[in-house]
C-alpha cells in the first residue's frame, strides 16, 4: 500500500503523475498488450507499443475473412444474392452466432453484416467453406492472402477466430489488414459501421461501442477470446484526416475502449511528419482528360495503397486562397454544369480506377485532370455531367459506401 502520510510531498508528486499516465502504463504492463495507430493516407505510423509482438487475433479474424469474400465478389466468383449452404460443421460452431441449421443456406448479404454485427462463428465457418472447401484449406488460402498484403507475421488456421494456438498476428499486421480493406474495397467499408442486423425475426446489435461512442469513429471490428483478452480495429476520420488504430488485449472492453479513444485523441493532435504542406489541390475544374463509362463494364482493381495521394484531396479542405479563387472562378461561369469530385492520386491509372469504381453508384462521365500542388504532380478524379440535385444525391450515395466526395460546378 503507498503511504501518503510517510512519503510526504514526493509521495504526492508521485501519485499525481501515477494518475496521469495509469491508463497507458497499466495498458503496456499487460503481457497481451499491444497497439498502434497509422495515419491512414500515408501508413506512417503515429503510435506504436508491441506492435510486433505475436498476439491471437480472436475475432479480428473474421476483417480476413471478410476481405476474402469481398475479394470473391470483385473477382464476380459471388455476389451479394448469392446463397452459402451450411454444413452440419457449421452449425454446430459455439457461440456467438446466429443459430444457422444444417442444410441451411445463406446469402453472402446476410453474412457480412452477421460477421460484423455479431461475429458469428458459424457464418465464418460458411464463408469458408464456400470459398476454400473446408475450413483448413481457407486457413491456408487466408494466410497466403495476408502474405501478399504485407502481414508477415500472421498465420490462421480457422476463419472465426475461435481459439488455436498456432493462429496468432500482430497489431502491426492488423492496422495492415485495416487499411488494406478499405483502400481494396472502399464501395464495402460501409458495412462496418452497422450497428444491429435482423435475421428471422431477431435483431442482433454491434459489440462496436466504438461506433457510437466515440468521435469520428465509422468502422471496423471487436474481437475476444479469454487468451487475447479484448481487441479492436478502429478507424476514425476528424477534419480532414483519418486515423486507423489497433488496440490489443484489452483486459475488459471498457478499458480497451478508453485506451483506444485516448490513443486516437492524441494521434489526431499530431501533425504527420509526411503531410503535404497545405493538405490542398481542389478547384481547378478545366478537364484534361475525359472517357465516358458505362456503369455495366467490367471494374478494374483499385492500384496498391501507397499510390494514393497523401490525404483525399476535396474542395472543403483547400487553404482560404484557393477557396476564394474557385469561388471568384464559380461566380462567372455562365452555363454551368455539376459534378462529384473523387479526390486527387499520384497517378492517372489509380485516379481513373477510383472513379470506374465510383460509377458502381453514379453514372456519369469520367475526368482526369493533372493539377500541380506544392509541386507535386497529382490527377483528380470527377464524374461530370450531371446537374446540381443529381450531384448531391451522387455524393451522398458515395459516402454512404465509405468514398469519399465532393460536389463541384464545372463548366458545361
Same mark, same amino acid.
Request: net charge positive.
Given at each position: 500500500?503507498?503511504?501518503?502520510?510517510?512519503?510526504?510531498?514526493?509521495?504526492?508528486?508521485?501519485?499525481?503523475?501515477?494518475?496521469?499516465?495509469?491508463?497507458?502504463?497499466?495498458?503496456?504492463?499487460?503481457? *497481451?498488450?499491444?497497439?498502434?495507430? !497509422?495515419?491512414?493516407?500515408?501508413?506512417?505510423?503515429?503510435?506504436?507499443?508491441?506492435?510486433?509482438?505475436?498476439?491471437?487475433?480472436?475475432?479480428? =479474424?473474421?476483417?480476413?475473412?471478410?476481405?476474402?469474400? @469481398?475479394?470473391?465478389?470483385?473477382?464476380?466468383? /459471388?455476389? /451479394?444474392?448469392?446463397?452459402?449452404? #451450411? &454444413?452440419?460443421?457449421?452449425?454446430?460452431?459455439?457461440?456467438?452466432?446466429?443459430?444457422?441449421?444444417?442444410?441451411?443456406? !445463406? &446469402?453472402?448479404? %446476410?453474412? !457480412?453484416?452477421?460477421?460484423? #454485427?455479431?461475429?458469428?462463428?458459424?457464418?465464418?465457418?460458411?464463408?469458408? %467453406?464456400?470459398?476454400?472447401?473446408?475450413?483448413?484449406?481457407?486457413?491456408?488460402?487466408?494466410?497466403?492472402?495476408? *502474405?501478399?498484403?504485407?502481414?508477415?507475421?500472421? =498465420? @490462421?488456421?480457422?476463419?472465426?477466430?475461435?481459439?488455436?494456438?498456432?493462429?496468432?498476428?500482430?497489431?502491426?499486421?492488423?492496422? +495492415?489488414?485495416?487499411?488494406?480493406?478499405?483502400?481494396?474495397?472502399?464501395?464495402?467499408?460501409?458495412?462496418?459501421?452497422?450497428?444491429? @442486423?435482423?435475421?428471422?425475426?431477431?435483431?442482433?446489435?454491434?459489440?462496436?461501442?466504438?461506433?457510437?461512442?466515440?468521435?469520428?469513429?465509422?468502422?471496423?471490428?471487436?474481437?475476444?477470446?479469454? +487468451?487475447?483478452?479484448?481487441?479492436?480495429?478502429?478507424?476514425?476520420?476528424?477534419?480532414?484526416?483519418?486515423?486507423?488504430?489497433?488496440?490489443?488485449?484489452?483486459?475488459?472492453?471498457?478499458?480497451?475502449?478508453?485506451?483506444?479513444?485516448?490513443?486516437?485523441?492524441?494521434?489526431?493532435?499530431?501533425?504527420?511528419? +509526411?503531410?503535404?504542406? &497545405?493538405?490542398?489541390?481542389?478547384?481547378?475544374?478545366?478537364?484534361? #482528360? $475525359?472517357?465516358?463509362?458505362?456503369?455495366?463494364?467490367?471494374?478494374?482493381?483499385?492500384?496498391?495503397?501507397?499510390?494514393?495521394?497523401?490525404?483525399?484531396?476535396?474542395?472543403?479542405?483547400? +487553404?482560404?486562397?484557393? =477557396?476564394?479563387?474557385?469561388?471568384?472562378?464559380?461566380? /462567372?461561369? &455562365?452555363?454551368?454544369?455539376?459534378? #462529384?469530385?473523387?479526390?486527387?492520386?499520384?497517378?492517372?491509372?489509380?485516379?481513373? $480506377?477510383?472513379?470506374?469504381?465510383?460509377?458502381?453508384?453514379?453514372?456519369?462521365?469520367?475526368?482526369?485532370?493533372?493539377?500541380?500542388?506544392?509541386?507535386?504532380? /497529382?490527377? *483528380?478524379?470527377?464524374?461530370?455531367?450531371?446537374?446540381?440535385?443529381?450531384?448531391?444525391?451522387?455524393?451522398?450515395?458515395?459516402?454512404?459506401?465509405?468514398? %469519399?466526395?465532393?460536389?463541384?460546378?464545372?463548366?458545361?
Amino acid at each position: 500500500m503507498f503511504d501518503l502520510k510517510r512519503a510526504g510531498g514526493e509521495g504526492f508528486l508521485a501519485l499525481a503523475v501515477l494518475l496521469l499516465f495509469s491508463p497507458v502504463n497499466l495498458a503496456q504492463a499487460n503481457s *497481451r498488450h499491444a497497439s498502434i495507430v !497509422i495515419d491512414a493516407a500515408t501508413g506512417e505510423v503515429l503510435h506504436e507499443s508491441q506492435a510486433d509482438a505475436s498476439r491471437y487475433p480472436a475475432s479480428l =479474424t473474421k476483417m480476413m475473412t471478410l476481405y476474402m469474400l @469481398f475479394d470473391a465478389m470483385e473477382q464476380r466468383k /459471388l455476389t /451479394l444474392d448469392s446463397r452459402m449452404r #451450411v &454444413s452440419d460443421r457449421a452449425a454446430s460452431m459455439p457461440q456467438t452466432n446466429i443459430r444457422l441449421r444444417s442444410g441451411d443456406t !445463406i &446469402s453472402v448479404r %446476410e453474412a !457480412i453484416p452477421a460477421l460484423i #454485427v455479431r461475429s458469428a462463428n458459424d457464418v465464418a465457418a460458411v464463408v469458408a %467453406e464456400a470459398l476454400g472447401g473446408t475450413e483448413a484449406n481457407f486457413g491456408r488460402m487466408m494466410t497466403d492472402k495476408a *502474405r501478399k498484403l504485407g502481414m508477415h507475421s500472421s =498465420t @490462421f488456421r480457422n476463419a472465426s477466430g475461435l481459439p488455436n494456438d498456432e493462429q496468432k498476428t500482430t497489431a502491426r499486421d492488423m492496422v +495492415t489488414l485495416s487499411r488494406r480493406l478499405m483502400k481494396d474495397f472502399p464501395q464495402h467499408y460501409h458495412y462496418f459501421s452497422t450497428q444491429s @442486423f435482423r435475421y428471422k425475426g431477431i435483431t442482433y446489435n454491434s459489440h462496436n461501442r466504438m461506433v457510437r461512442n466515440t468521435q469520428g469513429v465509422d468502422g471496423l471490428k471487436t474481437g475476444y477470446i479469454r +487468451t487475447s483478452g479484448f481487441n479492436v480495429a478502429t478507424s476514425a476520420r476528424r477534419g480532414n484526416r483519418r486515423v486507423i488504430g489497433v488496440v490489443m488485449g484489452g483486459q475488459t472492453a471498457a478499458a480497451r475502449d478508453q485506451h483506444m479513444a485516448q490513443l486516437l485523441d492524441r494521434s489526431f493532435t499530431r501533425v504527420p511528419a +509526411t503531410q503535404l504542406a &497545405s493538405n490542398t489541390g481542389h478547384a481547378d475544374a478545366m478537364p484534361a #482528360v $475525359a472517357m465516358k463509362v458505362s456503369t455495366l463494364a467490367p471494374v478494374p482493381k483499385p492500384a496498391p495503397l501507397l499510390e494514393k495521394a497523401p490525404t483525399p484531396v476535396m474542395m472543403q479542405q483547400a +487553404t482560404q486562397t484557393e =477557396t476564394r479563387v474557385e469561388l471568384q472562378r464559380v461566380a /462567372l461561369v &455562365s452555363n454551368s454544369s455539376w459534378g #462529384v469530385q473523387i479526390g486527387s492520386y499520384l497517378t492517372r491509372d489509380r485516379a481513373q $480506377a477510383q472513379a470506374q469504381v465510383a460509377t458502381r453508384w453514379v453514372s456519369g462521365e469520367v475526368v482526369i485532370n493533372e493539377v500541380e500542388i506544392s509541386n507535386r504532380k /497529382l490527377y *483528380r478524379a470527377r464524374l461530370l455531367g450531371l446537374q446540381e440535385s443529381q450531384a448531391r444525391t451522387a455524393c451522398q450515395n458515395l459516402s454512404r459506401q465509405g468514398i %469519399e466526395c465532393v460536389v463541384v460546378r464545372t463548366h458545361g
